[in-house]
């Protein structure tokens, strides 16, 4: 059985899908916008306080690059949960907390 086609880090197109690449681009949306989902409940789920929608937006951004698994067990996350936002930013500023850096800006 042929191996499937990496469409994205985070997708692959198995091979009983109708979908064969090259993708249009409206194809190529349409997964996106499928995968997010996954990646929203996840954000949902593991987030206690209420987020605006430029925070909802790059937690799911993180999780969509780092993982599920990543975010749930992370140090971004407990700070968050735990309305620390003074510890966030300063985790943020030193660097502690390895590739959610660029995510910073929105707190």
Do not use: H
């Amino acid at each position: 059985m042929p191996a499937p086609s990496t469409v994205s880090p985070a997708n692959a197109i198995s091979t009983s899908t109708a979908l064969r690449p090259p993708l249009t681009c409206e194809q190529g949306e349409q997964l996106l916008l499928e995968d997010l989902v996954s990646y929203e409940n996840c954000v949902t789920r593991n987030t206690v306080p209420p987020l605006g929608d430029n925070e909802f937006a790059a937690l799911v951004s993180f999780t969509f690059s780092e993982g599920c698994s990543t975010y749930s067990g992370s140090t971004l996350r407990r700070k968050l949960n735990a309305r620390d936002t003074l510890g966030l930013r300063t985790s943020f500023r030193n660097g502690s907390m390895g590739t959610t850096e660029r995510y910073c800006l929105v707190w």
